[in-house]
């Protein structure tokens, strides 16, 4: 069964560096998306991606964020400069279609220390 | 922005009954869609079950099944016969349809923590 896979599973940042999250959606599908879940909270839309561009960002995808579809089959998400408060775990999902469900990774946890 | 609100922040149940997670949500959308996520420890989010809006028919999936009631935008999730391996969060999510001017992204609910007592 195809799946939507995320590197890597966790990663350590200090405060001020930069990370790439890397995901790897499902091969036919056309929307792609990152959430973040603070430990315990609610699943918090950042960015959706459609037809090699966003679609939608939500108030937190900020100049600090950004993301890539770099090569037709991954799509990873930059973090500049990072913060204490972006330690999450970071979730990458795909859909097919306009109403179709959210296909999801496995997620990433980020720690920034 | 479409509001999803799920009101009980956690149940349990003993294993092999049945227990019912409350949904409800706020649009002004005629055609939308409906899910369910499990989100077990491992973290991953698992599609549970999937209901359109247009469709009256109550979606099941085995043991899962919810209850839309479109007037009253409610969207409750049935566990029966629920089993040790039920337990995990579960979210409710709204989405759009893709024409929608209000974007295709998937909005959660906070989550229901379900234990199940064995």
């Known amino acids: 069964e195809p799946e939507v896979t995320q590197t890597p599973s966790h990663q350590v940042t200090q405060m001020g560096q930069e990370v790439i999250l890397r995901c790897v959606p499902i091969?036919?599908?056309?929307?792609f998306y990152w959430y973040r879940q603070i430990l315990g909270q609610k699943v918090e839309f950042l960015v959706s991606?459609?037809?090699?561009?966003?679609?939608?960002k939500s108030e937190i995808f900020d100049d600090q964020f950004s993301v890539e579809r770099p090569d037709g089959s991954n799509f990873t998400l930059k973090i500049r400069s990072t913060k204490l408060e972006d330690s999450a775990m970071y979730f990458c999902?795909?859909?097919?279609?306009?109403?179709?469900?959210?296909?999801f990774g496995q997620g990433t946890r980020l720690t920034v220390v | 922005a479409q509001t999803v609100t799920q009101s009980q922040p956690e149940m349990s149940v003993q294993e092999a009954e049945t227990v019912t997670l409350s949904c409800t949500y706020d649009?002004?959308?005629?055609?939308?869609?409906l899910f369910w996520y499990k989100q077990p420890p491992s973290r991953q989010m698992i599609l549970v079950i999937r209901?359109?809006?247009?469709?009256?028919q109550n979606a099941t999936e085995n043991r899962f099944s919810v209850n839309f009631q479109k007037a009253a935008k409610s969207f409750s999730l049935k566990i029966s016969d629920s089993q040790l391996g039920d337990a995990a969060m579960y979210f409710c999510?709204?989405?759009?349809?893709?024409?929608?001017?209000?974007?295709?992204?998937?909005?959660f609910g906070t989550g229901t923590s379900l234990t199940v007592i064995p």
């Open positions: 091969s036919n599908h056309l929307y």
């Open positions: 999510a709204y989405r759009s349809p893709y024409l929608s001017n209000t974007g295709n992204q998937f909005y």
């Open positions: 209901q359109e809006a247009y469709k009256q």
């Open positions: 991606f459609y037809n090699n561009e966003i679609s939608e």
């Open positions: 999902a795909s859909t097919r279609g306009g109403g179709t469900e959210a296909f």
């Open positions: 649009t002004s959308e005629s055609d939308y869609y």
